[in-house]
């Protein structure tokens, strides 16, 4: 059994029997983009914002991590030696870190624990697929529908039939670098959802009210969990 739905226990131990804790402050950087990829971290606690910056000098979130996600793991037995994207901590968070020789050595020697990463990893990269899918095929209302789901499913707390909490605090510029979209064309979608009745946004947090209703609108496949999130 997993400690999350994509996280194997024994990879979640790998980091607790191997690693070293460390703290990291609301608004420090874990790693910036270009920097030497030497380690990988375990989310302890917190929440970690994963993204690049574009050429026009905007940010793209590709992920927003919460407890037992690992960031850093897309230069495991790669020749990649500098980090692709930047992670910085969006409140206070504390992480497990392991060099990358340290748990490829590992893996090397246990290949039941081998095993385990490699199924692991290919359900992290078939959500970063499907995530890259729906930002490039549903143009900006899909991207913002997309994004509402795969937050419900990371974050979400049941409330009734198709309605769902999303219990992490965002700003409508936040949800817009998630979709490679404006803050002015989040607003606005977001108000033309409130008056749908399909979501509310009050003080940083949204509740969805309709499920369907953004599934619908994306012609949603119905993804397992374990692929459509963003943590």
């Not at 990829?37 to 970690?48: M, P, Q, S, Y």
């Not at 979501?199 to 969805?208: D, L, R, W």
């Given at each position: 059994m997993g400690l999350t739905d994509t996280l194997p226990t024994d990879i979640y131990r790998l980091f607790e029997n191997n690693g070293a804790l460390i703290k990291i402050e609301k608004g420090?950087?874990?790693f910036h983009e270009g920097e030497s990829?030497?380690?990988?971290?375990?989310?302890?606690?917190?929440?970690?914002q994963i993204s690049k910056e574009t050429e026009n000098g905007k940010e793209l979130t590709f992920r927003v991590c919460g407890k037992n996600s690992v960031i850093g793991e897309s230069t495991l037995f790669a020749p990649t030696t500098a980090h692709t994207t930047t992670a910085k901590a969006i409140n206070h968070s504390e992480l497990i870190t392991i060099s990358k020789r340290s748990i490829e050595m590992i893996l090397t020697?246990?290949?039941?624990?081998?095993?385990?990463?490699?199924?692991?990893?290919?359900?992290?990269?078939?959500?970063?697929?499907?995530?890259?899918r729906d930002l490039v095929?549903?143009?900006?209302?899909g991207a913002l529908f997309s994004t509402l789901i795969r937050l419900s499913n990371s974050y979400g707390k049941a409330i009734g039939p198709n309605q769902v909490f999303i219990d992490i605090n965002l700003t409508n510029t936040d949800i817009a670098n998630m979709c490679a979209t404006s803050r002015e064309m989040i607003n606005r979608m977001?108000?033309?959802l409130k008056k749908q009745n399909v979501?509310?946004?009050?003080?940083?947090?949204?509740?969805?009210?309709d499920l369907e209703h953004l599934k619908h609108g994306i012609c949603c496949d119905e993804c397992p969990i374990s692929v459509c999130r963003i943590d």
């Open positions: 420090n950087h874990i990829a030497e380690e990988l971290f375990l989310v302890k606690k917190g929440t970690i020697e246990q290949h039941a624990l081998m095993i385990e990463y490699l199924k692991w990893i290919q359900v992290e990269n078939l959500k970063n697929q499907s995530l890259i095929i549903h143009g900006k209302k977001l108000n033309d979501i509310t946004f009050e003080k940083g947090y949204i509740t969805i009210l």
